[in-house]
């Protein structure tokens, strides 16, 4: 599958398998934060790897966006870590952060995994439950499993703007 084929064929997903998801899945995910660019390759980036089902409970009471994926990878950024640009003092943890998210969702399509990049979960009581130090800073959760029954694209998936409307 080409890189456009990969990309097209990616979607949200919001229904997952009660299938395990194997651990060389899991790692070649994982390796995709290594590869993915960072600002000046400081590589701020933080990842933990949920899948312990009392773990799984934490998310569940930080987000309503797990839809049962047996793998949660909870990305965030060390701020003490990221790359400062001078002019405004802006930190690229953000950018570093979804950067690694999205090159683990398209792996994750790649091995025939679904995701679902979740900003919509409660950063504070996450930080709480998985006792992060305060320098590490919660970003995304990226769900990821087996397709699941009702597994499928939602309708505004395949809606896009022409090109032109995205250009300034």
């Not at 690229?92 to 025939?112: P, Q, R």
Request: proline letters at 5%.
């Amino acid at each position: 599958m080409n890189f456009t084929e990969l990309a097209t064929n990616r979607y949200s997903m919001r229904s997952y398998s009660t299938a395990e998801v194997e651990q060389t899945k899991i790692d070649a995910i994982l390796e995709m934060v290594k590869l993915a660019p960072t600002a000046c390759n400081l590589q701020p980036q933080r990842v933990k790897v949920i899948t312990a089902k009392e773990d799984l409970v934490k998310v569940d009471a930080c987000t309503g966006c797990r839809y049962h994926a047996p793998v949660v990878f909870l990305i965030c950024y060390d701020s003490d870590e990221c790359w400062v640009r001078n002019f405004d003092q802006a930190k690229s943890g953000e950018v570093d952060s979804s950067i690694v998210a999205t090159h683990m969702m398209l792996k994750a399509e790649e091995l025939e995994l679904g995701s679902l990049w979740v900003m919509h979960f409660d950063a504070q009581k996450t930080s709480e439950l998985f006792d992060l130090p305060t320098n590490i800073i919660p970003m995304t959760m990226l769900m990821v499993g087996y397709p699941g029954l009702l597994a499928r694209p939602a309708k505004p998936h395949s809606i896009t703007k022409g090109i032109e409307e995205m250009l300034i």
